[in-house]
């Protein structure tokens, strides 16, 4: 709805001028995400986080603030459905690598205790957050919702909870050099195993609030559980012999690049057709790619692919960011941002290092995995537009959930500084020094 009416005040302007437009935006999108890139990488921060918050600073939050409505004036409502549509192809791509990477050895050999970390993390934050949902609904503004009922709100802010950013996190914990540490490992495994709950969990709300009625819903279900069938027992095996080298046309980057962009695109239609979000379409085709067979001979197709994504990641950040509005939260927006963050780090905190600390880890390991399983960064953005498009949100909750994950995200890095130099052991010569003069005392 949105989008069509934007097209249709655009409808003015000439195709050629609108083009012009974008072609600008899109060259401040990814002038100021290079900028905030650099900026957060010299205060030791993720480069992501800096083009999140580069998109946040384009939107009327901090670019609006200024006199002349610059956000209006640069991103005019003909242009921003366009910018709209390649957000949401530099998204399809993003989430097809998410998938690709995504290997069940990550869950592999994970043993009880990273289950059990698992599970917490993610029953703890989802009923922490269902619960804030009830006790927020009297302040939810219905005019910008599509759903009357709160079942829908429940459900998806006890969703959006239990996220951990794994691609961000990854990202953290290679940066630390934590990956080939049991404490990373573990990090890493529990991330997976509770996106990947997580995302079962929004799928069903996608499906619950995108059918009309009982049929409806048993239909997109059906057809969710049907796609999955398909991926699994057809377009695997088909890729495996399309990207083999016993084919003819083995090695050639440009039949890989064909084969991989048009089914992940397909998968992403698919899934938007079922009633369910594309993303969810890009990321398990992703999954199920023979990653054997390209990583052997065509090592470089996912890789552009991914570098595709990352051009445009800055867009969605934008569109993320022109949606959200600070100076429209009020006195009971700033109590739900307070609530949201709090609500967000004691869930992961409580089930992640509470659970860990009762299955036998020291309390620096402990508050280690609850720190690394907090940050939620572009994963909790992809979900939230998810729920701002579906209209399970209405603005200000979805402003608060953004201003969470930056928190809980930037929050990280600090917070494991704070913990390894506690944890640091004390020096040789201060310890005996220490001891001699209590011996003397």
């Not at 002038?31 to 999140?52: H, T």
């Not at 991330?191 to 239909?219: E, K, N, P, T, Y």
């Not at 057709?273 to 199920?288: P, Q, S």
């Amino acid at each position: 709805m949105m989008i069509q009416t934007a097209l249709a005040a655009g409808s003015a302007q000439s195709p050629e001028s609108i083009a012009g437009i974008v072609l600008g935006d899109l060259a401040l999108i990814l002038l100021a995400a290079a900028v905030f890139a650099a900026l957060a990488k010299r205060v030791r921060q993720p480069a992501v986080m800096g083009e999140i918050v580069a998109g946040i600073a384009l939107g009327p939050s901090v670019l609006g603030l200024l006199p002349g409505d610059l956000t209006g004036l640069l991103f005019p409502p003909s242009a921003r459905p366009y910018l709209q549509v390649l957000a949401q192809v530099g998204l399809v791509l993003f989430m097809f690598g998410v998938g690709y990477g995504f290997s069940p050895s990550h869950l592999s050999g994970a043993g009880g205790r990273v289950m059990l970390v698992s599970l917490s993390s993610v029953a703890l934050p989802f009923a922490l957050g269902a619960g804030l949902a009830v006790l927020l609904n009297p302040w939810f503004d219905r005019s910008e919702m599509r759903v009357d009922d709160l079942l829908a709100p429940t459900l998806f802010l006890g969703a959006a909870m239990s996220i951990t950013a794994f691609p961000v996190l990854a990202r953290i914990i290679t940066e630390r050099g934590m990956q080939r540490d049991r404490l990373g490992s573990m990090a890493l495994a529990s991330a997976a195993f509770q996106d990947f709950l997580a995302w079962c969990v929004l799928a069903g709300v996608v499906a619950i609030v995108s059918a009309g009625g009982s049929w409806s819903l048993a239909r997109t279900l059906l057809g969710g559980a049907a796609f999955i069938l398909v991926l699994l027992w057809g377009v695997r095996p088909g890729l495996a012999w399309l990207l083999s080298p016993a084919r003819p046309w083995a090695g050639g980057d440009p039949v890989a690049a064909t084969v991989l962009g048009c089914g992940l695109l397909a998968s992403a239609w698919a899934t938007h057709e079922i009633g369910l979000h594309a993303v969810f379409g890009a990321f398990l085709f992703g999954a199920v790619v023979p990653r054997e067979h390209v990583e052997a001979h065509t090592p470089a197709v996912p890789e552009r692919i991914e570098q595709t994504s990352l051009l445009l990641l800055p867009v969605f950040f934008t569109v993320t960011g022109l949606s959200v509005d600070f100076g429209r939260l009020g006195g009971r927006g700033a109590v739900m941002v307070a609530a949201v963050i709090a609500v967000a780090c004691a869930g992961k905190f409580a089930g992640g290092a509470g659970m860990a600390r009762l299955t036998g880890e020291t309390a620096g390991a402990s508050l280690t995995l609850g720190v690394l399983l907090n940050t939620r960064g572009l994963t909790e953005l992809v979900i939230l537009n998810v729920g701002l498009g579906l209209g399970v949100l209405d603005s200000r909750l979805f402003t608060a959930m953004v201003i969470m994950a930056l928190v809980t995200t930037l929050m990280t890095g600090p917070l494991l500084d704070l913990i390894h130099s506690r944890a640091e052991p004390e020096p040789l010569d201060r310890r005996e020094a220490r001891a001699a003069g209590r011996s003397g005392g």
